[in-house]
T-cell receptor
Framework: QKEVEQNSGPLSVPEGAIASLNCTYS??????FFWYRQYSGKSPELIMS????GDKEDGRFTAQLNKASQYVSLLIRDSQPSDSATYLC???????????FGTGTLLAVQP | GAVVSQHPSRVICKSGTSVKIECRSL??????MFWYRQFPKKSLMLMAT?????????EQGVEKDKFLINHASLTLSTLTVTSAHPEDSSFYIC????????????FGPGTRLTVT
């Protein structure tokens, strides 16, 4: 089992809709979770971090963490074509003490 | 967020030559920096952890004699790809946490290396 699993997509949503990106992880000790956005040919950009169970909102983005279910998600409200990118889930801490990335979900927002 | 720069952004070199890539933290000090590589349509692969004032820690399978890392100061880490071969062509990205206790890592813009 991979340490961090994401559906590779592509996830296609119409402009203005809510995009829901999901991530599961295997290491129960992990404490810190991150969402990065990566445009094609560019490096990852940190958009959200979450450390506690529940929801964390920042503008159009909401991160949700459920440690019992080992599940973290990212919701993007009012999706825009400029949100089209690969979204990488990452976690830190636990046994490895390194930032571990999922393979990413490609999001395509259709105008 | 914190700003991390990389230089060069793009480099083409001939097989057998060496290439140095610089990673700088512009508005903060970083005792630790990380080097990743990414192949097309693949996720990031951690190569090594660069530690200021001490030796780098390499991930399993990464040749330390081929990928030389030097963390000369609190704001600069360099990665030198020695005797480059076409299979070393990749996107190399560094990152740094903003603060010793921070888990949030900020990435440089990356260096695209092409070995001909």
């Amino acid at each position: 089992q991979k340490e961090v699993e994401q559906n590779s997509g592509p996830l296609s949503v119409p402009e203005g809709a809510i995009a829901s990106l999901n991530c599961t992880y295997s290491d129960r000790v992990s404490q810190s979770f991150f969402w990065y956005r990566q445009y094609s040919g560019k490096s990852p950009e940190l958009i959200m971090s979450i450390y506690s169970n529940g929801d964390k909102e920042d503008g159009r983005f909401t991160a949700q963490l459920n440690k019992a279910s080992q599940y973290v998600s990212l919701l993007i409200r009012d999706s825009q074509p400029s949100d089209s990118a690969t979204y990488l889930c990452a976690l830190y801490g636990g046994a490895t003490n390194k930032l571990i990335f999922g393979t990413g979900t490609l999001l395509a927002v259709q105008p | 967020g914190a700003v991390v720069s990389q230089h060069p952004s793009r480099v083409i070199c001939k097989s057998g030559t060496s290439v140095k890539i610089e990673c700088r933290s512009l508005d903060f000090q970083a005792t630790t920096m990380f080097w990743y590589r990414q192949f097309p349509k693949k996720s990031l692969m951690l190569m090594a952890t660069s530690n200021e004032g001490s030796k780098a820690t390499y991930e399993q399978g990464v040749e330390k004699d081929k990928f030389l890392i030097n963390h000369a100061s609190l704001t600069l880490s360099t990665l030198t790809v020695t005797s480059a071969h076409p299979e070393d062509s990749s996107f190399y990205i560094c990152s740094a946490p903003q603060g010793a206790q921070s888990y949030e890592q900020y990435f440089g813009p990356g260096t695209r290396l092409t070995v001909t």
